[in-house]
């Protein structure tokens, strides 16, 4: 709280004081001058029976400072007009004149640690019986009156600094309770100009990068906005001049006075600032200044508070500084964590949905096969259209398993190449235009589909699964609008790496279920979604060292990112020449431990013309390797004891040339390092049609043969 002021204090005392001197000294003029030389003010009060108090009063003020130092020396004086024992001073030479006095007696009082003035008494007609005892009764009640300003004035300052305790305390105990910096740093610039008496503040933070001060907080009800808008360099202006020297400063008549900064859009009126320095582990971090247009002049004992002020709002800023980055760092370990169990989650869902994946292979496999050998001995429309609705089905659930692989596959099919995102995302908006465009206008909904491609470096992937990836994104996001909207996205680069988001203003998804949407089957669509799309998505992200990040609220809309390191071109390989594939009827080794993927191999080699000889385990099928001819092995991956793998090895070792063709359940989960290293001619995920049996086995054997014939040239 600021001080009360001087006169609202002394007032009081004074009217009771003012009665009892005119019943007992009588007088035309009962003048009290009180002087606080820590706060360069005075109060003039006056008691007379004449008007124009108010010009005796500014008279009284002007003389009053240098007329106490004299009345000190002098003691209680009384003055008589044209008197030639003691010369009047420039005081008593107003009452003379001004007032038409022609007696008058000066009390000076001292009051300890806080001050002190002196009484007046003015008498225009002396009274006939004026004598010494008027000079004693004047005596006492100068005691009496300097007593009760003492007790007073001393009350008033433990007031003062009570109230100065306890903002700071308030200070003190908002820098450590609250996380919010912004709002302590309010408070500290508030209680300053409450305990001060200042009519506006700011804190001025100096920003090291640039070396220029800034103004982070202002209360100012009259310029708040033109000194938000001000920066200085360090020495200019009176808070410049803080933050440099580390020493605060005051000036009371900064409209006159050259260190001063005038704000642009403020007038040049009568002003006064107060600044002290804020610093932290002996470094000056910024100012803060206080300001004041209503006549207040600071004192040091200002610029102290306000020192203690700065320096716990110093104290305020560097604390948050460093919540700020404890709490960045545990946000970012907090965010890998959840990444890396968010990844082992995918990781355990990714081997279980494997398994389920190649078991289903296996008997997908089987039923597909048989259906298309039937249906090629079937003439019987009706048994025909049964068929062809089986071999349909069949064709959707090994769909369905094939989204499952692209989940937990680790490695792309075929070789990394040059990707462009801006055509991935343009190849993107092109095979969702049925569902964004067509099919929305037949419903009568509008989806604007924005697209914002920026500058972006290449990056190294599989193009087709990357489209795959930005289409599952996009369709999701129509999905997400029933009722029409919006879907932008935008390409960029960030932190070298190629970003690409899909935004949407759509329905959004729930905190519940967003720590769940990379889950295979996991869907919030209802019967409408089969819960393979982000999961498929994330898959392929992954495969390509990429991040997906999404963030959504219901009712506001999803952000779907993903990032990529950014590659610099690589040269590839020019296209190998065509080779002329001929029919050509080949003896087949074939092993497998599922004896019906077994026999309809077998089923399906003989009606293609080729021989086929069956093995159960890898070992039964080394041993018919070794005994007879083959024009190329087929082989499952999972058998016990002998694997897929440990039977290429050997079949290549014994016989290089006889091309080997892995048939599995895992299809592409296949890693391509594992392909290049075993020496594997080829890879046909099951379930598998008889036509591509066919091109698997002509295409094989032709490169085959090709390659032997390179040999011996």
């Not at 006075?257 to 006064?272: I, K, L, M």
Request: aromatic share 6%.
């Amino acid at each position: 709280m600021p001080a009360v002021s001087l006169k609202n204090l002394v007032q009081p005392i004074f009217e009771v004081i003012a009665g009892r001197v005119s019943q007992n000294l009588g007088g035309d003029y009962f003048v009290l001058v009180v002087i606080d030389p820590l706060r360069p003010n005075c109060e003039v009060f006056i008691n007379s029976r004449q008007r124009g108090d108010k010009a005796v009063e500014e008279m009284v003020k002007g003389e009053s400072p240098a007329a106490w130092q004299e009345c000190k020396r002098h003691g209680l004086s009384l003055i008589c007009e044209n008197s030639r024992d003691q010369q009047p001073n420039r005081l008593s030479q107003i009452f003379f004149t001004a007032l038409s006095c022609r007696q008058v007696l000066m009390a000076p009082f001292e009051i300890e640690d806080i001050g002190g003035g002196f009484i007046i008494w003015g008498w225009q007609k002396p009274p006939a019986d004026f004598s010494k005892n008027y000079v004693e009764r004047a005596a006492l009640i100068r005691e009496q009156i300097a007593l009760s300003l003492k007790l007073s004035l001393k009350e008033q300052r433990s007031t003062e600094l009570n109230a100065k305790l306890a903002a700071l305390l308030e200070l003190s105990t908002s820098i450590y309770s609250s996380l919010n910096y912004t709002e302590v740093l309010e408070k500290a610039i508030n209680l300053s100009m409450k305990i001060i008496g200042a009519d506006g503040g700011s804190i001025f933070i100096l920003d090291k990068k640039t070396n220029l001060l800034k103004p982070l907080i202002t209360v100012d009800e009259k310029h708040e906005d033109a000194i938000s808008r001000v920066t200085l360099r360090p020495g200019e202006g009176i808070t410049g001049l803080v933050v440099q020297t580390g020493i605060g400063l005051i000036s009371n008549h900064s409209e006159s006075d050259a260190r001063a900064f005038q704000v642009p859009g403020t007038p040049n009126e009568p002003e006064s600032i107060i600044s002290a320095p804020m610093t932290w582990s002996g470094e000056v971090i910024g100012a803060a200044t206080l300001r004041s247009t209503s006549g207040r002049q600071f004192v040091e004992e200002d610029l102290e508070i306000l020192t203690i002020f700065a320096r716990q709002t110093a104290d305020a800023i560097e604390n948050a500084k460093l919540f700020e980055s404890l709490e960045s760092a545990y946000n970012e370990l907090r965010k890998t964590q959840e990444q890396l169990i968010l990844t082992e989650k995918l990781r355990a869902l990714g081997e279980m949905a494997g398994g389920v994946a190649h078991d289903f292979n296996n008997v997908l496999g089987a039923i597909l096969g048989r259906t298309q050998l039937l249906l090629r001995e079937m003439d019987n429309p009706r048994w025909i259209d049964h068929l062809k609705q089986i071999e349909k089905v069949t064709f959707a659930g090994a769909k369905t398993v094939q989204k499952l692989q692209h989940f937990t596959r680790v490695s792309s099919r075929g070789q990394f190449e040059n990707v462009d995102l801006n055509k991935v995302v343009g190849d993107a908006v092109e095979t969702t235009r049925p569902r964004w465009k067509d099919e929305c206008q037949r419903q009568e909904i509008v989806i604007d589909l924005r697209c914002d491609y920026g500058d972006i470096a290449s990056i190294l992937g599989n193009s087709s699964e990357l489209v795959e990836a930005v289409s599952n994104l996009i369709l999701n996001s129509i999905d997400a609008l029933p009722k029409g909207g919006f879907i932008e996205i935008k390409t960029f680069m960030a932190d070298q790496r190629a970003v690409v988001t899909v935004q949407d203003n759509g329905v959004g998804i729930s905190a519940e279920a967003i720590d769940r949407i990379f889950y295979p089957f996991f869907t919030t669509k209802g019967k409408q979604g089969t819960g393979m799309g982000l999961a498929v998505v994330y898959g392929i992200v992954s495969r390509h060292k990429g991040e997906i990040d999404v963030a959504s609220e219901p009712g506001q809309g999803t952000t779907c990112r993903l990032s990529f390191p950014a590659t610099r071109e690589i040269k590839t390989d020019d296209p190998a020449p065509p080779i002329i594939i001929k029919e050509i009827k080949a003896r087949v080794l074939v092993i497998d431990d599922d004896e019906n993927i077994r026999d309809i191999v077998s089923d399906m080699l003989e009606y293609l013309g080729h021989s086929a000889e069956l093995a159960a385990t890898g070992e039964e099928g080394i041993k018919l390797f070794k005994s007879a001819e083959f024009d190329i092995v087929i082989t499952d991956l999972g058998m016990p004891g002998i694997s897929g793998w440990e039977v290429t090895r050997l079949c290549k070792a014994l016989k290089p040339d006889i091309p080997v063709v892995m048939v599995s359940g895992w299809g592409n989960q296949i890693d391509d390092e594992m392909v290049r290293a075993s020496g594997l001619d080829g890879i046909m995920a099951k379930p598998f049609e008889i036509n591509k049996i066919k091109s698997m086995i002509q295409e094989t054997l032709a490169r085959s043969k090709a390659a032997v014939t390179a040999k011996r040239r």
